[in-house]
């Protein structure tokens, strides 16, 4: 069974900084993308960032400048470092890994339960 664990969100004020963290764990072979997606409410679920297994990033324009995503050296976490946070970032972020799993045998798209942010005025 492959989780994905959040955490790391919370309630902050605008011009503030929050860490989320998601963790990987269970019967993976291979991990391709990480990212990061928000769901604001009455909004669609919205790419953030997401990283490569090589390292290479992308990011919403939204938060470019704002935002860096980044994975630790066994790439099983991700990271994602949000600064200058305004109420409009306000959402549940939900973290996402392209990997293979070996009771799946393909590779699949997997999504953790999201962890909310909340950015006061």
């Known amino acids: 069974q492959v989780q994905l664990v959040e955490s790391g969100g919370g309630l902050v004020q605008a011009g503030g900084s929050l860490t989320l963290s998601c963790a990987t764990s269970?019967?993976?072979?291979?991990?391709?993308?990480m990212g990061w997606y928000r769901q604001a409410p009455g909004k669609q679920r919205e790419l953030v960032a997401t990283?490569?297994?090589?390292?290479?990033?992308n990011y919403a324009d939204s938060v470019k400048g704002r935002c860096a995503i980044s994975r630790d050296n066994a790439k099983t976490t991700v990271y994602l470092h949000m600064s200058s946070l305004k109420p409009e970032d306000t959402a549940v972020y939900y973290c996402?890994?392209?990997?293979?799993?070996?009771?799946?045998?393909?590779?699949?798209?997997?999504w953790g339960q999201g962890t909310q942010v909340t950015v006061s005025s």
């Open positions: 269970g019967s993976i072979i291979s991990i391709n993308d």
């Open positions: 996402n890994a392209q990997l293979w799993s070996r009771r799946v045998g393909r590779w699949d798209a997997y």
């Open positions: 990283i490569s297994s090589g390292g290479t990033t």
